[in-house]
Structures are given as C-alpha cells and as structure tokens.
C-alpha cells in the first residue's frame, strides 16, 4: 500500500521556522523525484521545492529560494522541508509529492498557519 505521510505543520509566528516531514511507503523512495506543493486558500495549488532521485537535486519556486530548504533521507525513506522566516502569505496546506517511472503520488497534507 502506497502512502506519503506528512507531519510537522502547525501554528507559527511570522519570522518563525517550521520543518516538515513526508515519510513514504509502498513504493521505491530512492527512485522517485520528490516535491512539496502548498495550497493556499482560494488559490491553486503551487511548486514548493522540488528534489531530484539521483544525485539530490533541488529546485524552488522564487518566492521560496533562500527561506526554505528540501533534503531527503533515502534509509529512512523521508523527505523534508525546513522553514524559516515565514511570512503570513506561506500559510497554507503542504502536500508532499512523488514521481517515478509511470506512477504519481500525493500525501494527505498538512496545514501550515503562520499568524501572530
């Protein structure tokens, strides 16, 4: 059974850091590229970070460079997405995202709510 489980969202104040985590199953982790979306509310859903099978590399959307950071760990089969300086307009639900040869997965999401 297929599954990418997100963790780590939550409630942060502008200027805050959080780091979310996407543990997969069911499938080859190593083999797959993996990306993070985020949806914010009453807008579509857009590339976070993306970063690569074989030879880890990462890509971001331009509002993201410098704030955040994608890693992935393949013996835990986990990829990660560490926040900092984020700002209200970052809020929004992060869905972790794989890609291999003929397949696509989603996570559920998590929420992120950066308030002060």
């Known amino acids: 059974q297929v599954q990418l489980v997100e963790s780590g969202g939550g409630l942060v104040q502008p200027g805050g850091s959080l780091r979310l985590s996407c543990v997969a199953s069911?499938?080859?982790?190593?083999?797959?590229?993996m990306r993070w979306y985020r949806q914010a509310p009453g807008k579509e859903r857009e590339l976070v970070a993306a970063?690569?099978?074989?030879?880890?590399?990462?890509t971001y959307a331009d509002s993201m460079k410098g704030r955040f950071t994608i890693s992935r760990d393949n013996a835990k089969n986990t990829v990660y997405l560490q926040m900092n300086s984020l700002k209200d307009e970052d809020t929004g639900v992060y869905y972790c995202?794989?890609?291999?040869?003929?397949?696509?997965?989603w996570g559920q999401g998590t929420q992120v709510t950066v308030s002060s």
């Open positions: 995202h794989a890609r291999g040869d003929g397949y696509v997965y």
């Open positions: 069911g499938f080859s982790f190593s083999s797959s590229g």
């Open positions: 970063i690569s099978s074989v030879g880890g590399k990462t």
